[in-house]
């Protein structure tokens, strides 16, 4: 139960939820080398308890943009989660190995994924991020236009959750990535056209069209700056694995993003 506050107050408080809304991006440390950011995070949320829960636990890590992730389910109480073991992590830690990352494996005890203790420059730590606040179980469903979520117009459809939220977390999302300046950013799944252009719009770059990614660099920091950062969109993982050839479409474009981080660090140390 959230501390001095009712466990279920964002169902009668529409200014609380939008909060959440805006404000909690997913695990792990602005700080960290690498980014991955998804669409939305996976969750079955059948019942509005499974979102009060996580609702609860952000509330209880200060409302923080990046949390914590062990912590968070462990106080969220969501049993199984995060599932390692689902395709979709499988596949991305190939990809993040692939691409010569380091990170580590892929489990509970490694805190480079969504860890937020020791997180400094080239400490290999991961951020996972999501572009939309709202979990759902796919592109297919939309688990929040029941009685519970009546009050809210915005969250009658995914689509209209994506028209309040999505610009608003984008600029602010983009304004981290500027502050910070991983090395890498791997967004990855499908994004609307009107999404994508805004996405081009605000960062200045343009993406460089292939089947499966599009990469570019960042300027990131100050003006006078010369750090750069990769930025990455790829077809959501189990696409790829399903549709574009399997694992060697997956290995394809980690080598692609490994040619471009080596070519970079060449042209830095030339």
Known sequence: MC?????????????????????????????????????EEFSWAK????FKNRYCAWKKMRKAELVNLSAFFRDA??????????????????????????????????KRWGGTRKVRPNSRHLALIEALPFPAPSLGQWPYNNK????????????????????????????RLFTYGPKLVIVYGKMEKIEMEEFERI???????????????????????????????????????????????IKKVANRIKRLLKNRVAVRRG
């Not at 770059?205 to 570019?216: G, M, Q, S, V």
Request: hydrophobic share 35%.
């Open 3 to 39: 501390q001095q506050e009712k466990p279920d107050d964002f169902r009668n408080d529409c200014a609380a939820l939008c909060h959440y809304a805006k404000t909690f991006f997913g695990f792990g440390n602005w700080k960290a080398d690498f980014w991955l950011i998804g669409l």
């Open 47 to 50: 019942e509005t308890n499974e």
């Open 77 to 110: 109480k969501i049993k199984d989660t995060p599932d390692w073991s689902n395709q979709t992590w499988h596949a991305i830690h190939c990809l993040c190995e692939w691409t010569g990352l380091k990170i580590g494996e892929l489990s509970k005890t490694n």
């Open 148 to 175: 519970d979520w009546r009050r809210f117009r915005f969250m009658q459809s995914r689509k209209k959750c994506r028209s309040r939220f999505f610009l608003e977390r984008l600029e602010k999302l983009l304004n």
């Open 203 to 249: 960062t200045g770059i343009k993406w460089n069209h292939e089947p499966t990614a599009r990469f570019d660099w960042m300027r990131v920091g100050s003006s006078a700056s010369s750090k750069m950062s990769l930025l990455c969109h790829i077809d959501h993982p189990n696409y790829l694995v399903r549709f574009r050839g399997g694992c060697p479409a």
